[in-house]
T-cell receptor, first 115, second 110 residues
Framework: IAGITQAPTSQILAAGRRMTLRCTQDMRHNAMYWYRQDLGLGLRLIHY???????GKGEVPDGYSVSRANTDDFPLTLASAVPSQTSVYFC?????FGRGYNEQFFGPGTRLTVL | EDQVTQSPEALRLQEGESSSLNCSYT??????LFWYRQDPGKGPEFLFT???AGEEKEKERLKATLTKKESFLHITAPKPEDSATYLCAVGYNAGNMLTFGGGTRLMVKP
């Protein structure tokens, strides 16, 4: 069981370039999330999707877009990368049906450097 | 303003020296408090969920407790392999989103 996979593991990108970070889960979770983690700022939610076909904005959505064409995949796109988007990006998923909040499970992360 | 604050930011312990990590929150309509462990270069790993004040969960040397204002992660007789950053997060009101605290970096010396 792989859980959540993310690709690439790391990437160095020139400013202004377009980049898509990939995320795939095999747990059939209905909800998926993208976070960025920066030193001193912790984990911050970028975008989320409660179910295939729907997406929503998190705390720091500017400069990012997402799509959710099916249950398993949730790609994050940087249309025109800027240095402030240098960060570690984590994808997560959860089964949002049931009692209260259900725990989110995280992927291994993508380390992105924008020069 | 809804907030999640963890303390201390860093904690150094000797092997076997028990201690507690704190997570205080000021959110309305708490719907769950979550503890995660994160090792360097890896994604957060789920540990516990607590839903209501008075609830406790245990796993090996870790025990999580919850009150109406804060949660504690108690570490009993820690070992070097318990060294990691411990994150807490809260879910509140509608939706499935979580707000994370800044984490406590735990270092256990042999």
């Amino acid at each position: 069981i792989a859980g959540i996979t993310q690709a690439p593991t790391s990437q160095i990108l020139a400013a202004g370039r377009r980049m898509t970070l990939r995320c795939t889960q095999d747990m059939r979770h209905n909800a998926m999330y993208w976070y960025r983690q920066d030193l001193g700022l912790g984990l911050r939610l970028i975008h989320y999707s409660n179910t295939a076909g729907t997406t929503g904005k998190g705390e720091v959505p500017d400069g990012y877009s997402v799509s959710r064409a099916n249950t398993d995949d949730f790609p994050l796109t940087l249309a025109s990368a800027v240095p402030s988007q240098t960060s570690v990006y984590f994808c997560a998923s959860s089964d949002s049906f049931g009692r209260g909040y259900n725990e989110q499970f995280f992927g291994p992360g993508t380390r992105l450097t924008v020069l | 303003e809804d907030q999640v604050t963890q303390s201390p930011e860093a904690l150094r312990l000797q092997e076997g020296e028990s201690s507690s990590l704190n997570c205080s929150y000021t959110v309305s309509g708490l719907r769950g408090l979550f503890w995660y462990r994160q090792d360097p270069g890896k994604g957060p790993e789920f540990l516990f969920t607590l839903y209501s004040a008075g609830e406790e969960k245990e796993k090996e040397r870790l025990k999580a407790t919850l009150t109406k204002k804060e949660s504690f992660l108690h570490i009993t007789a820690p070992k070097p392999e318990d060294s990691a950053t411990y994150l807490c997060a809260v879910g509140y009101n509608a939706g499935n989103m979580l707000t994370f605290g800044g984490g406590t970096r735990l270092m256990v010396k042999p």
